[in-house]
């Protein structure tokens, strides 16, 4: 066992993740990261404890993990000790929001149906905010809030009202909140509003008081029909459901994942439109950009972008969107993905994702190179 434990140790090492493309005798070479699964992350869970459908993924100011997944999505089969009589030993769904230490090792869980009697139906999304707190959306047919807990779970803040949508100009009502971010500095929660409504809306992140908020290209956002995404046509002046995630860089930019249109658009705080960036935009279905983080050197310099669709995480210089590699490919092996669909970075530079549909799981891949300087 000791001996085919190291074997396995080897290949993962000699796996490649990192694609970087070949430099021209022109362009000066970029450092590209270099990452290489874990396949021991995270340990197995406690009380025959399994996941269903990993829909969120957060790191914290310890570098603890954060993953909420839909125990609703597990299979008979998946949950076969629940059942009366019992199919099978093992499993039971674990609670919706688990917190792991950085070696993998599970520190605490709660969360899941009834916890709380807005919680989501279908569970999107996890952020732990500058003090600590924990917060979830959610993406199923009536769940138009977000939900702000302390780390152990208690209940602390609504923002939005369960099964009551109003349109992406609304000023107090959600539709369907994918994904969110916040300032700390400034006390504001962003939030990627999301699979019924097309902007990006701010808040109060104490009170829950509404601020500002914005569609694609900082316009005010509209829900009409959209024409389908054709890859090289006219960009579209609007967000296509779903606005699938929202980051706040150091300097000040959020970064918004408009997922279906293949594209990162990036503002300023105030929803002023900087700039935008196109990937793998022959992707068509469900698109290339569904989450992104950047990575921790002092520029954040590289931004890092999960694709559901094509199966990888992009590697793309911050300043352009130029594709500097890419790590995964389609697959259930370790490193692999199956529709992998958030990713978080920890201090160190470690990339963590969580895969739905029938991907039911969450990775780590070790940066085994220096970061930037």
Same mark, same amino acid.
């Given at each position: 066992?000791?001996?085919?434990?190291?074997?396995?140790?080897?290949?993962?090492?000699?796996?490649?993740?990192?694609?970087?493309?070949?430099?021209?005798?022109?362009?000066?070479?970029?450092?590209?990261?270099? #990452?290489?699964?874990?396949?021991?992350?995270?340990?197995? =869970?406690?009380?025959?404890?399994?996941?269903?459908?990993?829909?969120?993924?957060?790191?914290?100011?310890?570098?603890?993990?954060?993953?909420?997944?839909?125990?609703?999505?597990?299979?008979?089969?998946?949950?076969?000790?629940?059942?009366?009589?019992?199919?099978?030993?093992?499993?039971?769904?674990?609670?919706?929001? +688990?917190?792991?230490?950085?070696?993998?090792?599970?520190?605490?869980?709660?969360?899941?149906?009834?916890?709380?009697?807005?919680?989501?139906? /279908?569970?999107? !999304?996890?952020?732990?905010?500058?003090?600590?707190?924990?917060?979830?959306?959610?993406?199923?047919?009536?769940?138009?809030?977000? =939900?702000?807990?302390?780390?152990?779970?208690?209940?602390?803040?609504?923002?939005?009202?369960?099964?009551?949508?109003?349109?992406?100009?609304?000023?107090?009502?959600?539709?369907?909140?994918?994904?969110?971010?916040?300032?700390?500095?400034? /006390?504001?929660? #962003?939030?990627?509003?999301?699979?019924?409504?097309?902007?990006?809306?701010?808040?109060?992140?104490?009170?829950?008081? #509404?601020?500002?908020?914005?569609?694609?290209?900082?316009?005010?956002?509209?829900?009409?029909?959209?024409?389908? #995404?054709?890859?090289?046509?006219?960009?579209?002046?609007?967000?296509?459901?779903?606005?699938?995630? &929202?980051?706040?860089?150091?300097?000040? +930019?959020?970064?918004?994942?408009?997922?279906?249109?293949?594209?990162?658009?990036?503002?300023?705080?105030?929803?002023?439109?900087?700039?935008?960036?196109?990937?793998?935009?022959?992707?068509? !279905?469900?698109?290339?950009?569904?989450?992104?983080?950047?990575?921790?050197?002092?520029?954040?310099? &590289? =931004?890092?972008?999960?694709?559901?669709? /094509?199966?990888?995480?992009?590697? +793309?210089?911050?300043?352009?969107?130029?594709?500097?590699?890419?790590?995964?490919?389609?697959?259930?092996?370790?490193?692999?993905?199956?529709?992998?669909?958030?990713?978080?970075?920890?201090?160190?530079?470690?990339?963590?994702?969580?895969?739905?549909?029938?991907?039911?799981?969450?990775?780590?891949?070790?940066?085994?190179?220096?970061?930037?300087?």
């Amino acid at each position: 066992m000791r001996h085919a434990t190291r074997a396995l140790r080897a290949a993962v090492a000699a796996f490649a993740l990192a694609l970087a493309p070949p430099a021209t005798a022109d362009d000066p070479p970029r450092p590209v990261p270099q #990452y290489q699964v874990d396949p021991f992350w995270p340990k197995p =869970l406690p009380n025959r404890w399994e996941i269903g459908q990993a829909s969120g993924v957060a790191t914290d100011a310890r570098d603890h993990v954060w993953v909420v997944h839909r125990p609703r999505t597990m299979t008979e089969d998946e949950r076969g000790a629940t059942l009366n009589p019992p199919r099978s030993a093992c499993c039971v769904p674990a609670p919706s929001v +688990l917190e792991f230490d950085p070696d993998g090792n599970l520190v605490q869980a709660w969360g899941g149906p009834g916890h709380h009697p807005s919680w989501p139906e /279908n569970e999107h !999304g996890i952020h732990i905010d500058h003090q600590g707190n924990v917060w979830i959306a959610g993406n199923g047919a009536n769940d138009h809030v977000l =939900l702000k807990f302390a780390r152990d779970g208690r209940f602390l803040l609504q923002i939005g009202r369960h099964r009551e949508t109003g349109g992406s100009n609304d000023t107090e009502r959600l539709g369907r909140p994918a994904d969110v971010d916040v300032d700390g500095e400034a /006390n504001e929660i #962003y939030v990627a509003d999301g699979y019924g409504n097309r902007r990006v809306v701010v808040f109060d992140a104490n009170t829950g008081a #509404y601020r500002r908020h914005w569609g694609a290209y900082g316009e005010r956002p509209a829900d009409g029909p959209v024409p389908a #995404y054709q890859p090289g046509g006219e960009p579209a002046r609007t967000f296509r459901n779903p606005v699938h995630c &929202v980051r706040l860089a150091r300097d000040g +930019l959020v970064y918004v994942c408009d997922r279906v249109n293949d594209r990162v658009q990036v503002f300023r705080k105030d929803g002023t439109f900087v700039r935008e960036f196109f990937l793998a935009r022959d992707t068509l !279905g469900s698109g290339s950009v569904w989450d992104l983080d950047f990575l921790p050197d002092a520029r954040q310099s &590289v =931004l890092l972008t999960a694709d559901g669709s /094509n199966n990888q995480v992009w590697m +793309l210089a911050r300043e352009d969107g130029s594709v500097l590699g890419a790590f995964g490919r389609h697959g259930r092996n370790a490193g692999h993905f199956h529709w992998v669909h958030n990713l978080a970075v920890d201090s160190r530079g470690n990339v963590f994702t969580t895969e739905v549909d029938t991907g039911k799981r969450a990775q780590r891949f070790r940066l085994v190179t220096q970061l930037p300087r």
